[in-house]
Each structure stands twice: as structure tokens, then as C-alpha cells.
């Protein structure tokens, strides 16, 4: 329900005009010149009736100024003398803003003219609609990551029954090549369900095949964080540690006696085993192999 009051100070104002009206979608706001918004920041309107939620999409810079030409003459052709003017033009900054969510959701209507606050915590598990699932004894939340915008941090969470429950599909993750950036998302991923999966949803197990370099060779040992990763794991509540629970299956080398993997100090061999495939294990799966 909209709020009645707010502590926090106000970032902007909604304005509406005919030319750039508020609708039920989209909305634009002004702020001061220092203002930390900027694009991607969520933020929350609130009045007495409704409380909308959006993100800024963009944002525009207005002086009194009806054209370019105005300025020219003004500093007489040369931009050095500018400065020499004791009087500074005013600057109005103007944000548009896509709705995110409307409490009350019915009926929809245009974003009302009000106050602009930054989101919080709490606002940003409103605006992505992450309340469904991070509240209650069932909750089904995984931290994913942190939201950071307008010099807040908040953790993001995803439903649990989407990614590994009757509703999963599967999950994209695209990046730049040969950065590692891919990998250390899924790594991340993995250590977020393994430490929050809910226990009422059962046990999960993660099957990883390393095809290239050995990202994948060493998940049970430790690495280097730095103070700022360990900060976001400790607002995600979650343990910076390697994964606890790990067996590495390798192939034999040509000679058939030595395991084809980076894995060969002693420390690390003790949960590494072979990866054979024969007649044998041919023969204990070909029914499944031939109902297909």
C-alpha cells in the first residue's frame, strides 16, 4: 500500500506536460544539478493514493536557452569568455523513467505528480516483483547478485522454482570470450544453490564437464577475494568459500595406467577417479539407449 510518510529526503519531482505527459508506462522527474540518479537507478514515487515503482531509461539537460545561437553571442564567439561571466545559466536535469510496478495495481493509471525518492533495499525487492518468493516459511529465493545504482547495493534474488523446480527451463549466460567471465558466473551461481536452495525443495547436485583449460580442475580450493568481493558475498549472506563437495572424473592417458588431468599432486588426487566407458557400461544402459 502507498505510503503516508517517507524519512527519507526526496531526489526529484514528477512533472508532467502536454508535450511529455505521465502515463501508465513511463513518467519523467527533475532533479538537482548533484543528484546521484542516473540510468538504471530504480526509484519509487509516492503520494497519499499510489506508489510507483521505475528505473530511469534516460536522461536530458535543459538552460533557458531557446537555441544554440543564444550561447554564441552571448560569450561573443569565444568559448574562454564564458567564464569570465559572473552569472551561471540554470540546468535542469529531467529523467525519464519506465514503470516497473504500481501499487495499487487496479485500476492502471498514469503515474501521478509527486515525490521522487531512490529506492531501498526493500523497494528493489518490490520493484522486481521478488516479494512473491523471498517472503514467508517457503520462501524459494537464491541471491544472484547485487543491484548497484545511486550508490546502493541490494541483494537480487531468483525464484528457485524457475531455474531448478517444475516451472525450469534453462538458464542463458553470454559475455565476452577467453575472460572467464562465463565461468565465475556459474561458479557463483552454483555456490548461491548449494548454500540457499531451500531444504523443503530437496537436494541438487551440479554435473560440470571442463572442455577447455582447467577453469573447472581445482572448484574445491580456495581462491583470492578481494575485500570488495568479500563485502557482496557478506550482503548476499552467503560464504566466500570454495565448494565443499566435489569428485573429478578423468579419462586414462594413451599408456592406460595414467589419468589424463591436471589433477595429479596428492593433495588433489584423492577425489579424483577414472572415467571408463566399455562393453559393460554399454550393456547396463541399452535398454535406456534403445527405448530411444
Known amino acids: 500500500m502507498p505510503r503516508e510518510q517517507d524519512e527519507v529526503i526526496p531526489v526529484g ?8 505527459p505521465s502515463t501508465p508506462h ?53 568559448p574562454a569568455a564564458v567564464d569570465a561571466h559572473p552569472t551561471e545559466r540554470a540546468e535542469i536535469r529531467l529523467y525519464a523513467a519506465a514503470v516497473l510496478r504500481q501499487e495499487p495495481a487496479e485500476p492502471l493509471q498514469p503515474v501521478p505528480i509527486g515525490d521522487v525518492f531512490l529506492a531501498t ?11 512473491a518468493y523471498t517472503e514467508g516459511e517457503r520462501a524459494t529465493k537464491l541471491p544472484i547478485g547485487v543491484y548497484h545504482a545511486a550508490g546502493l547495493r ?19 549466460i553470454s559475455g565476452v570470450s577467453g575472460l572467464a567471465t562465463k565461468t565465475s558466473a ?16 530437496g537436494s541438487v547436485a551440479a554435473v560440470c564437464f571442463n572442455v577447455k583449460g582447467p577453469d573447472l580442475c581445482f572448484l574445491d580450493q580456495p581462491g583470492e577475494l578481494s575485500a570488495e568481493d568479500l563485502e557482496l558475498y557478506a550482503k548476499l549472506d552467503l560464504k566466500a568459500e ?20 591436471l589433477r595429479t599432486n596428492r593433495a588433489l588426487s584423492g577425489n579424483t577417479e577414472p572415467l571408463v566407458w ?15
Open 26 to 78: 513511463q513518467f519523467y522527474f527533475w532533479t538537482a544539478r548533484q543528484s546521484p540518479v542516473g540510468i538504471g537507478a530504480i526509484v519509487r514515487v509516492a503520494t497519499v493514493e499510489r506508489l510507483v515503482y521505475g528505473v530511469v531509461t534516460d536522461g536530458y539537460a535543459y538552460s533557458d536557452l531557446m537555441t544554440p545561437m543564444d550561447d554564441v553571442i552571448g560569450a561573443d564567439g569565444d
Open 278 to 292: 566399455g562393453l559393460r557400461e554399454v550393456l547396463d544402459f541399452a535398454e535406456v539407449l534403445l527405448n530411444r
Open 121 to 131: 533495499d526493500i523497494d528493489v525487492i518490490a520493484a522486481l516483483r521478488m516479494d
Open 13 to 20: 519531482r514528477v512533472v508532467a506536460t502536454e508535450l511529455k
Open 186 to 201: 556459474v561458479e557463483f551461481l552454483l555456490t548461491s544453490i548449494f548454500q540457499t536452495f531451500p531444504a523443503h525443495k
Open 154 to 172: 541490494a541483494p537480487v534474488f531468483l525464484d528457485a522454482d524457475f531455474l531448478l523446480g517444475p516451472e525450469a527451463a534453462h538458464l542463458n
Open 242 to 261: 570454495c565448494f565443499q563437495s566435489v569428485r573429478y572424473f578423468a579419462p586414462y592417458k594413451a599408456d592406460g595406467v595414467n589419468l589424463n588431468t
